[in-house]
């Protein structure tokens, strides 16, 4: 677990961990792929929610359905789990359904940075206990489709949100680590929390600035552990063997949950705590 920095250790890492009566705890769970799980957070988030007690939390749901995609009854299993806000990606229209969805549900949002008049939200901000919660989903350009800039979409929305709160965090669905890093500095001291989604792989680089920004590359995935990014391993390793395209096959059995569970400050909107979630059932 790493806290916020002492003035007097290094920049940006420190020992001293800052728990109070005006701090709440939000939990960010990495990409949810499939069935399997889907499963794992209706059979397992119970623990984990009795463990870490979040007051919040915050799951991506691009893959949730099929591999690929949000449907209706996917989602309602989510929101049935305990889960506040489901954020999405590059694979946000992968499903149909999510046009209506993205209409009327207000707790799922999807990247900020679409074009202009794409149905469905970029950000929402949300009362939880009191406290006033914003998250902004954003889709990075590396290697990813065409989008607008989403260091300018989330900037142009910032000073709209702060007039509600200062807890804000940012789901940057992104490929490229570069990418990652580059928005957590350009945000730097003006969101809670930065993570990263979309590689499916739980990156080990958490830290907190000391300006109170929170950040991990990458949260990892929720899923089938003994697969290809959650699907079957044959599938995949004969598509890099022949070079022949195959259809992608989910991957079930032992599944694992990826995720990061931060801290902060509601007055002030600062992370005090960041702690890298790895669980495997």
């Known amino acids: 677990m790493i806290g916020i920095e002492d003035k007097d250790k290094d920049e940006y890492l420190c020992p001293y961990l800052i728990v109070g009566e005006d701090f709440m705890k939000i939990l960010a769970i990495g990409d949810i792929v499939g069935r399997c799980g889907r499963n794992a957070l209706t059979f397992h988030l119970p623990e984990l929610l009795d463990q870490y007690k979040p007051d919040f939390i915050i799951a991506n749901g691009e893959n949730a359905s099929h591999g690929r995609g949000l449907n209706e009854e996917s989602a309602q299993t989510l929101f049935d789990c305990g889960i506040d806000v489901i954020t999405m990606g590059n694979h946000t229209f992968g499903n149909r359904e999510i046009h209506n969805l993205l209409r009327y549900e207000k707790r ?6 679409y074009p202009r008049g794409t149905v469905g939200n970029g950000y929402g901000v949300y009362e939880k206990n009191g406290i006033k919660i914003a998250v902004i989903n954003a889709l990075g350009r590396v290697y990813m489709d065409p989008m607008d800039s989403p260091f300018t979409s989330v900037a142009d929305v910032l000073g709209e949100i702060k007039e509600s709160t200062d807890v804000i965090l ?31 792989v739980q990156t080990a680089d ?54 990061a569970l931060f801290t902060i400050d509601e007055t002030t909107g600062k992370s005090t705590q960041i702690e890298r979630i790895f669980m495997k059932y």
């Open 108 to 113: 799922i949002i999807r990247p900020i940075n």
């Open 170 to 200: 940012v789901d940057f669905h992104a490929e490229a680590t570069s990418e990652k890093i580059a928005f957590s500095w350009y945000f730097d001291g003006m969101v809670s929390a930065v993570f990263g989604t979309h590689t499916h």
């Open 206 to 259: 958490e830290r907190i600035s000391n300006k109170g920004t929170a950040y991990i590359t990458d949260l990892g995935m929720t899923g089938a552990f003994y697969s290809v990014l959650g699907m079957e391993r044959k599938v995949i390793i004969d598509r890099f063997v022949t070079g022949i395209p195959s259809k992608f096959e989910l991957a079930d059995g032992m599944a694992q949950i990826n995720a």
